[in-house]
């Protein structure tokens, strides 16, 4: 029984937007109006997954998952590959992998690669459909992101006039004058 993970093409496994969230980040556009606090704060929340999700696997995993891979593509394909020869492919593409999203590694992957490839695929080939599986998660990867940066970016801003505002009302607060002719305090504006 092959043992990779459930998760199917696309974002499927993966925590999914909201309707609003997923609209909000169809039409974002860095510098326009702000979203509200919700969805940045959903926006926050989801990133973490999105980013965990599109991280390569550990060597080892990887290590087993390409060998269970080659091994039912290598039942499926018209030029099945010997023993040696299809170790040897393992190392290669292992090496290959090394950079391909842990969320790429799917049942429906390799649905994909039995359908898709008559003969074995080199290692070009199979990284290529493994990272195709990839790009929409990618792109709300990289959507979410853009959304968390620029509300970063605006309360950073917001701090930062606040702070400016306290700074220019504490230089030009006013302040208490002795006057001597009165012997009283009046309070003055400094010029």
């Not at 590694?105 to 695929?121: G, H, I, M, Y």
């Not at 970063?152 to 606040?162: C, V």
């Amino acid at each position: 029984m092959l043992s990779l993970n459930a998760q199917g093409h696309g974002t499927a496994g993966l925590p999914q937007p909201s309707p609003a969230l997923a609209g909000q980040l169809e039409a974002f556009r860095p510098g326009g109006f702000a979203p509200p606090a919700a969805l940045v704060g959903e926006a926050r929340a989801l990133l973490p997954a999105y980013t965990r999700a599109l991280s390569p696997l550990p060597v080892l995993e990887l290590t087993s998952r390409v060998e269970e891979f080659a091994e039912m593509l290598n039942a499926g394909v018209v030029n099945p590959l010997p023993g040696v020869a299809l170790q040897l492919r393992c190392v290669a593409l292992v090496t290959a992998c090394a950079t391909v999203p842990a969320l790429a590694w799917s049942e429906a992957t390799v649905r994909r690669a039995l359908v898709a490839f008559t003969f074995f695929p080199s290692a070009a080939q199979l990284v290529a459909l493994l990272e195709a599986q990839c790009g929409e998660a990618r792109a709300t990867q990289g959507r979410l992101r853009l959304m968390v940066a620029e509300a970063d970016r605006r309360m950073a801003r917001a701090q930062a006039q606040e702070l400016r505002w306290a700074q220019w009302e504490q230089h030009h607060a006013p302040q208490p004058v002795y006057n001597p002719v009165d012997n009283v305090d009046c309070m003055q504006n400094r010029t």
